[in-house]
Nanobody, 113 residues
Framework: QVQLAESGGGLVQAGGSLRLSCAAS????????MSWYRQAPGKQRELVAQ???????YYADSVKGRFTISRDNAKNTVYLQMSSLKSEDTAVYYC???????WGQGTQVTVSS
């Protein structure tokens, strides 16, 4: 069973930075693409970034140039480095293993303007 544990969220001022982490277990991490999603109040959950098992990346237009997804296969962990944060980045952030239905508990990111 896939288990995902996100961490690193918090309250930050606009223009600031945060790094989120997601530790995965129950899978062969290196063989799986990983994604970060977010859900703002009253909105649908949306894909933010994705990294393939080979390291290729995808970013939503809204975060391109500001967020960086990376992975450490030795630690079974995927990261999301977020810079130049905006109030519209405020959301609960979740990681997900591509091809599974499992979600972690999420980590809250709040950007104050």
């Amino acid at each position: 069973q896939v288990q995902l544990a996100e961490s690193g969220g918090g309250l930050v001022q606009a223009g600031g930075s945060l790094r989120l982490s997601c530790a995965a277990s129950g899978i062969i991490f290196s063989r799986n693409a990983m994604s970060w999603y977010r859900q703002a109040p009253g909105k649908q959950r949306e894909l933010v970034a994705q990294i393939s098992r080979g390291g290729s990346t995808y970013y939503a237009d809204s975060v391109k140039g500001r967020f960086t997804i990376s992975r450490d296969n030795a630690k079974n962990t995927v990261y999301l480095q977020m810079s130049s944060l905006k109030s519209e980045d405020t959301a609960v952030y979740y990681c997900k293993t591509l091809g599974t239905a499992s979600w972690g508990q999420g980590t809250q990111v709040t950007v104050s303007s």
